[in-house]
Each structure stands twice: as C-alpha cells, then as structure tokens.
T-cell receptor, first 110, second 116 residues
C-alpha cells in the first residue's frame, strides 16, 4: 500500500497561500490522492482528490507532479478557520480503505 | 449531499458496561462503512471495514469480540464497545464510502467515549 509523508507542521500568514506538500513515491498507476482536513474534535472533512491532472474546486487546488510521486495542496487565501490537521491519503490498492498518515498541522497566523 | 451522522456525539459510561455508537448515511446509500479510533494528538487508526449484509473485516490487532460491528442496512452501521474499560476511551469516527464519483469517503462528526 502506498504510504504518504508530510511535514508535521507548518505556519501560514492569514491571506497568504498555504502550500502543503505530500510525498507518495510508491503510488500505483490507478491510485488516487485524497486530501482531507480535521479541525479539532471533528470528523475529517473532504477537500479534494486527483489521479493525474491538477484539480481545483471552491476550497483548494491540487497539484500532482508528472511522475505522481508527490503532490501539493494549495489553499489560495488562508484564513484563521483553515487552521487544522491536513491529511494526504492514497487509497489502499484494490480496496476502499484509507490509511491515514500523521498529517500536517497547519496554523494560520493573524 | 453526502452527509454522515453519528449518535451519540459523546458518551460517558462505567467500566464494564457496553456502549453502542450509530453511524448513518443521511442522503446516500453506503454499502461500505469504516470505523476509526483516534487518541489525543494522534492520527486516525482504521479499526474495521463494515459491509452491508456481511461480517465486518477487522484490522490487525483489533479485537472483533470487543468491538462488535453490525451493518444491517445501506444507511446504518453500529459499533458496540463491549465491556468497556478506561483504555477504550477515545474518539470514534465512522465514514461511508460513496457509490458515485471517485469513491471518496465521507466522515461522521465523531463520538467521544469516556469510560470511568
């Protein structure tokens, strides 16, 4: 199963773009990359997912490298409410299971 | 759309009692649901995969007789923590696998269990 590696913590100034990296060097060709975030004492919230192409929605953009070994989640204009733990997940091959890594604790500073 | 609810949101019980937690998909049918537990300042740990109409599949190290899972309908899965002990105190989160899109999971708000 593909594992993910993320920095444990990051700070970002309010109003600036937050760029959260994720390494998934063992990803297989048909495995999607999913991003979720978890605000304290709540269930994880879906943000975005992708396979090969870059994706954008109302919350964020996802940039996947051409070799698919890494990706970056971009929050274009971070707000204080974006302070959370962000998880990058590659779904276990052949199943629907998610295996969570340790995530990145993003702190948006006023 | 894609809303998952859990009940109760928090529960306190005495050691030795059993506690049931419900997970419902409110606006979609979920053939597969997942149960996670999360200790303070740690990541989510997958406990089991729950399939409608069949036995749950437990992850290694999770006691199936202690954590009973029932998935009797396409919108409801339950987790029963039997003979709870203080070390079972944790945040329990369920998720449901959607049947459309690219199979993303949608998570419930979690249930905080405290065993005294």
């Amino acid at each position: 199963d593909a594992k993910t590696t993320q920095p444990p913590s990051m700070d970002c100034a309010e109003g600036r773009a937050a760029n959260l990296p994720c390494n998934h060097s063992t990803i297989s060709g048909n495995e999607y990359v999913y991003w979720y975030r978890q605000i304290h004492s709540q269930g994880p919230q879906y943000i975005i997912h992708g396979l090969k192409n870059n994706e954008t929605n109302e919350m964020a953009s996802l940039i996947i490298t051409e070799d698919r070994k890494s990706s970056t989640l971009i929050l274009p204009h971070a707000t204080l409410r974006d302070t959370a733990v962000y998880y990058c997940i590659v779904r276990a091959s052949g199943t629907y299971k998610y295996i969570f890594g340790t995530g990145t604790r993003l702190k948006v500073l006023a | 759309g894609a809303v998952v609810s859990q009940h109760p949101s928090w529960v306190i019980c005495k050691s030795g009692t059993s506690v049931k937690i419900e997970c419902r998909s409110l606006d979609f049918q979920a053939t597969t649901m997942f149960w996670y537990r999360q200790f303070p300042k740690q990541s989510l740990m997958l406990m089991a995969t729950s399939n409608e109409g069949s036995k749950a599949t437990y992850e290694q190290g999770v006691e199936k007789d202690k954590f009973l899972i029932n998935h009797a309908s396409l919108t409801l899965s339950t987790l029963t923590v039997t003979s709870a002990h203080p070390e079972d105190s944790s945040f329990y989160i369920c998720s449901a696998h959607g049947t459309s899109g690219d199979n993303e999971q949608f998570f419930g708000p979690g249930t905080r269990l405290t065993v005294l």
